[in-house]
């Protein structure tokens, strides 16, 4: 660490999204993993309404549903504060009472309202030093339409794709589906835009599952990604650093499922992860390669989890895509590709906050106002 004084880091975990349970499990390993003689924790629970909560156990308290046993709080997005205040009831209304001072932000969330450049946005008005990707990134990132676009212009090979709005499924599905027909044969799959964890995903095999999928996919997302089924292998790297990144090993994951579903992540103990990845020395190079070059092109920073495809068929490569803030739970890949790439998870959480701190003294260097 670069001082000998505890840093107050707050964890934020939960969430207003499809994956406030996977961030909860996320978020008990990280906290089992800080160093307490490193590090002043400070547990911020968000509801699955969005209300901040404080307070004693917030973790399991949240687990359990109870927000009423915790106290509400904020953070202001006023340069120079850098407090964490609670909301009291008064008799004039409600009060800002100071809770502690931050040094850092470790958001474990995932999903809308923490992934995707939302929190990210507060965070900087607050000038507060967090882990993970800047506004562009995670919201790059994110958006899976948007994010293939990217990719294509910086020649990153990816999936053929169209993104169509829920406004369309509405008004005509069967426009819709004349339009997935022309871009690619069954199966293909239907994704929201913008969530991760495989929440509303779906593999369609026929008109039938189509619609069944895009009508899934559209309550979780204004803009709705359909990409040409590949009958693949599903590999990942993990990738670490702000300006200079480097990237893992590679590792695989062999579902039991037709594909690695939300169930087939956090539910099934059978989907297989192989680590490293039983690939040639000249994949592994090429996969860490794209990964890295991925994860500059959206000017991603602190961490985040690569995915790609090798088509079982051709033997082709595509990037899927780049997960910001990637899982953490025991199970997940992104620290299990450091540990096996030589570092282990507490040394990747000290790294992670110390990214945070250096991408923080870098944007100190940025002057925001001009005089003539």
């Given at each position: 660490m670069t001082t000998d004084k505890k840093l107050r880091l707050g964890v934020i975990f939960g969430?207003?999204?499809?994956?406030?349970?996977?961030?909860?499990?996320?978020?008990r390993s990280v906290l089992d993993a800080l160093d307490p003689h490193k590090y002043e924790i400070t547990q911020i629970g968000i509801s699955k309404t969005g209300q901040w909560?404080?307070?004693?156990?917030?973790?399991?308290?949240l687990l359990d549903g109870r927000a009423e046993d915790l106290t509400s709080a904020t953070?202001?997005?006023?340069?120079?504060?850098s407090v964490l205040y609670t909301i009291q009831p008064h008799e004039t209304g409600e009060i800002l009472q100071s809770?502690?001072?931050?040094?850092?932000?470790?958001?474990?969330?995932?999903?809308?309202?923490?992934?995707d450049g939302t929190l990210q946005g507060l965070l900087e008005m607050a000038d507060l030093a967090y882990v993970g990707a800047g506004v562009l990134g995670s919201s790059v990132g994110m958006d899976k339409g948007v994010f293939k676009d990217v990719m294509l212009a910086n020649d990153i090979p990816v999936v053929e794709s169209v993104i169509v709005l829920r406004r369309e499924i509405e008004n005509d599905i069967?426009?819709?589906?004349?339009r997935v027909e022309e871009l690619a044969p069954y199966p293909v799959f239907v994704k929201p835009a913008n969530m991760g964890s495989s929440v509303g995903v779906s593999k369609c095999k026929n008109v039938l599952s189509l619609k069944e999928g895009l009508r899934d996919a559209a309550r979780y997302d204004r803009r709705i990604l359909v990409e040409r089924g590949v009958n693949a292998r599903e590999i990942e790297l993990s990738v670490l650093g702000?300006?200079?990144p480097r990237a893992s090993i590679p590792g695989e994951i062999c579902?039991?499922?037709?594909?690695?579903?939300?169930?087939a992540k956090y539910h099934d103990n059978n989907s297989e992860l192989l680590i490293p990845a039983p690939v040639s020395p000249e994949q592994t190079a090429y996969l860490q390669e794209i990964a890295v070059r991925a994860y500059k092109a959206i000017d991603c920073a602190g961490m985040a989890?690569?995915?790609?495809?090798?088509?079982?068929?051709?033997?082709?490569?595509?990037?899927?895509?780049?997960?910001?803030?990637?899982?953490?739970?025991p199970i997940s890949m992104y620290p299990k590709l450091w540990s096996a790439s030589g570092l282990p998870y507490p040394d990747l959480i000290d790294e992670l906050v110390n990214l945070a701190l250096e991408r923080r003294a870098d944007r100190d260097q940025t002057e925001w106002g001009f005089d003539f």
């Amino acid at each position: 660490m670069t001082t000998d004084k505890k840093l107050r880091l707050g964890v934020i975990f939960g969430g207003r999204s499809g994956e406030h349970e996977v961030s909860l499990a996320s978020a008990r390993s990280v906290l089992d993993a800080l160093d307490p003689h490193k590090y002043e924790i400070t547990q911020i629970g968000i509801s699955k309404t969005g209300q901040w909560l404080v307070g004693e156990n917030v973790w399991e308290v949240l687990l359990d549903g109870r927000a009423e046993d915790l106290t509400s709080a904020t953070l202001l997005p006023i340069p120079g504060r850098s407090v964490l205040y609670t909301i009291q009831p008064h008799e004039t209304g409600e009060i800002l009472q100071s809770l502690t001072s931050l040094d850092v932000v470790f958001p474990v969330l995932h999903g809308t309202f923490g992934e995707d450049g939302t929190l990210q946005g507060l965070l900087e008005m607050a000038d507060l030093a967090y882990v993970g990707a800047g506004v562009l990134g995670s919201s790059v990132g994110m958006d899976k339409g948007v994010f293939k676009d990217v990719m294509l212009a910086n020649d990153i090979p990816v999936v053929e794709s169209v993104i169509v709005l829920r406004r369309e499924i509405e008004n005509d599905i069967e426009v819709i589906v004349n339009r997935v027909e022309e871009l690619a044969p069954y199966p293909v799959f239907v994704k929201p835009a913008n969530m991760g964890s495989s929440v509303g995903v779906s593999k369609c095999k026929n008109v039938l599952s189509l619609k069944e999928g895009l009508r899934d996919a559209a309550r979780y997302d204004r803009r709705i990604l359909v990409e040409r089924g590949v009958n693949a292998r599903e590999i990942e790297l993990s990738v670490l650093g702000n300006d200079a990144p480097r990237a893992s090993i590679p590792g695989e994951i062999c579902p039991t499922a037709e594909f690695y579903s939300y169930e087939a992540k956090y539910h099934d103990n059978n989907s297989e992860l192989l680590i490293p990845a039983p690939v040639s020395p000249e994949q592994t190079a090429y996969l860490q390669e794209i990964a890295v070059r991925a994860y500059k092109a959206i000017d991603c920073a602190g961490m985040a989890r690569v995915d790609f495809m090798i088509d079982k068929d051709t033997g082709n490569i595509y990037l899927n895509e780049v997960n910001t803030i990637p899982g953490f739970t025991p199970i997940s890949m992104y620290p299990k590709l450091w540990s096996a790439s030589g570092l282990p998870y507490p040394d990747l959480i000290d790294e992670l906050v110390n990214l945070a701190l250096e991408r923080r003294a870098d944007r100190d260097q940025t002057e925001w106002g001009f005089d003539f």
